[in-house]
Each structure stands twice: as C-alpha cells, then as structure tokens.
C-alpha cells in the first residue's frame, strides 16, 4: 500500500523544471546554507537549472519548505533539516553559506542564536571547506558597515557599529563571519569569497518583515492606509533578488577574495546605506539588471497568491 501511495504521489506531482545536463566533469556539487529562504532558494533554482547537483542545509528558522519543494525528489537535489551551529559531515566541491536570520525582526528575536549561526555556523562551514577543499562563499552584508559615515560606502571602509546596541547580534556576527573567512583563508588555505549584500527584495522575501516593500504591498492589497513614516521625503534602494543571485554566481566563479558590495545603487538619501559597486561592475562585469516597477510587479503577485492562500486556509 505504501508503495502504491508514493507511486500515486509522483504521478499527482507537477513536473520537475527541466534542467541542463552536464558532463561529470562539469557538475558541481554544491551545497547550499539557509537554501529554504528567500534568496537561498532562488539561488538553488539557478544552481539546479544549471545542472549542478545541490544539498540544502537549513533548518527552517525562517526558511520554508515551500520555497524549493519543487525540487524535492529530484535526482540532483538534497533537503537536510539541519541547524549549521552542529557540525556537518558531508563532500562538496563549492558552499554558499547564507544561514542566517537577515530581517531585524527575525535576528533581533532570538540574538543568541544569531550569533550561534554567524559564529559557530560560520566556523562550522569554513571547517567542512577545509576539509574538502571545497570554496566558500560568506553572504555578509551592508550591515557590516553600520551606520556609515561615509557615502556611498566601498569595500574598504572599515564601518561604524556599536558592538553592544540593538543590532549588534547580527552587525558583529556578520564581522566576526568575515574575519573567520580571512583566517582560514591565510591559515586554513580555504577559499573564500564575501559578498556584501545590500537590501533586497522580490518572490518568496518575508511578507512581515516590516520593511517598506512589504508593508506598502500588504497595505495596498488589504485596502488599508499606506502608512508613510515622517514626511516621506526619505528614498530607499533595493535590488531585485535575480541581481544579487547572478551577482553570487559570478563572484563564485571568480578568482577574487576581497569583500564585494552587491546592491543596486539607484536610489537614495544621504542617511541611507548605498553601494558603491564599482569593484563588482569591474571585477565581475556585473550590474544590476531588474528596474524598481518590474521587480515591484513580481513581488506583488506573489504577495497577492500568498494572501489567497492564507484566506483560503483560514476558511477551511
Ligand atoms: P532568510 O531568512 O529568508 O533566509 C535565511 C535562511 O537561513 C532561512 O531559510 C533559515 O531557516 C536559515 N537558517 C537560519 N539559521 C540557521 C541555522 N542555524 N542553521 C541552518 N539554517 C539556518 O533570509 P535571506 O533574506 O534569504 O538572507 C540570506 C542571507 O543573505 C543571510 O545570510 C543574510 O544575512 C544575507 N543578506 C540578505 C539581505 C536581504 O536583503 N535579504 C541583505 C543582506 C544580507
Ligand atoms: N567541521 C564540520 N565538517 C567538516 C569538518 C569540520 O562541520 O567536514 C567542523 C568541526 O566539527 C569543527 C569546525 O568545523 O567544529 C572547525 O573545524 P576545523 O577543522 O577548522 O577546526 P578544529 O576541528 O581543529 O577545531
């Protein structure tokens, strides 16, 4: 009977994508940190569409088993329930370590654990690098520069955080996470790369985390007042979630190892973080690519789906 139900179930499933074949040679296998969140696993669908076979080590904190079960039963594919503050015994040739709360509501609830998962998480990964001589990518962030003194902000200013304030768990996690990445890269031979990731947004981000893009959205949907915080004058700048997984992609397949910004610089005030990308549009040859409205329209269809699946719920 088992047997029957699971043959059932395949045949109710949708279609896998189609993805690439590549030689053995060719294919990577990659293991993904945090690949069930939002942007993890729209990198997890570039790595599969690739070819490429891929692990995903999460352990849904704020990951979703929805955002990759398109991919589960897949030959090339691999979900682990798994919390990287343990250690993590598996081979692989490349890493994208990504696990981390990364919306203020959600390190902010749990600070410890936070700096568990930047800390011990980050140790953990570089650990298994070593070991299996895979490259590692850390996905650090803008936060590391803090409340920045200078505009817009390159690689190499140093930042301005308060190691004790409201965000620190996670501000100082990210820095400690860089500064294990160049230890183990003098000491270890790891190699690495880090991505310092500025705001971004698109299908799958976390509908409550509070933020501009999702608040305006939720509003507009649900007939209620936009809420505009001040006199509004402020702006925002926010790539589109494609941007920053190409932007992943190509520093992985690079050969350098300083830190690089990956944001979409177009829009800003003097008292917002804003890249300076010049580093990734000559090192990597990589801008971003997706306007504001398009990525806007995207995300609001997924934001509309999401509610009729919420209101269907609750109905039933
Ligand atoms: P997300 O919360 O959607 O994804 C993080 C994933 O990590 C989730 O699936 C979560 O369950 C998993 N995770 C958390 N702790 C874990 C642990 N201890 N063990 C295993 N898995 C764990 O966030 P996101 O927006 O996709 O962010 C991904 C990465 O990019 C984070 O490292 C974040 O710091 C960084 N980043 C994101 C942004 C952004 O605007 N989204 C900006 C800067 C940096
Ligand atoms: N580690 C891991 N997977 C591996 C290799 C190491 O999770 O394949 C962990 C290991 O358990 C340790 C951490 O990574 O907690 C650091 O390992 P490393 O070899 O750098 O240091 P050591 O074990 O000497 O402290």
Partial sequence: LQDKIRQLERLDRKPFPEVQFLSYTNRKRILVTGGAGFVGSHLVDQLMLQGHEV??????????????????G????????????????????????LASPASPPNYMYNP???????????????????????????????EVYGDPEVHPQPETYWGHVNPIGPRACYDEGKRVAETMCYAYHKQGGVDIRVARIFNTFGPRMHMNDGRVVSNFILQALQNQPITVYGDGSQTRSFQYVSDLVDGL?????????????????????????????????????????????????????????ELSVRHHSQRN
């Fill in 112 to 142: 410890i654990k936070t700096i568990k998962t930047n800390t011990l998480g980050t140790i953990n990964m570089l650990g298994l690098a070593k070991r299996v001589k895979a490259k590692l990518l850390l996905a650090s962030t803008s």
């Fill in 249 to 305: 992609m190509a520093l992985m397949a690079s050969n350098y190892t300083q830190p690089v910004n990956l944001g979409n610089p177009d829009e800003y005030t003097i008292n917002q973080r804003k890249p300076d990308i010049s580093v990734a549009m000559k090192i990597l040859k990589w801008k971003p690519k997706v306007p504001m409205i398009a990525g806007l329209n995207k995300t609001i269809e997924y934001f509309k789906s």
């Fill in 74 to 97: 897949h030959e090339n594919f691999e979900l682990l329930n798994h919390d990287i503050i343990n250690p993590l015994h598996i081979e692989v040739d490349e890493i994208y370590h």
């Fill in 55 to 72: 692990t995903v080590a999460d352990n849904f904190f704020t990951g979703r088993r929805r955002n990759v079960e398109h991919w589960i």
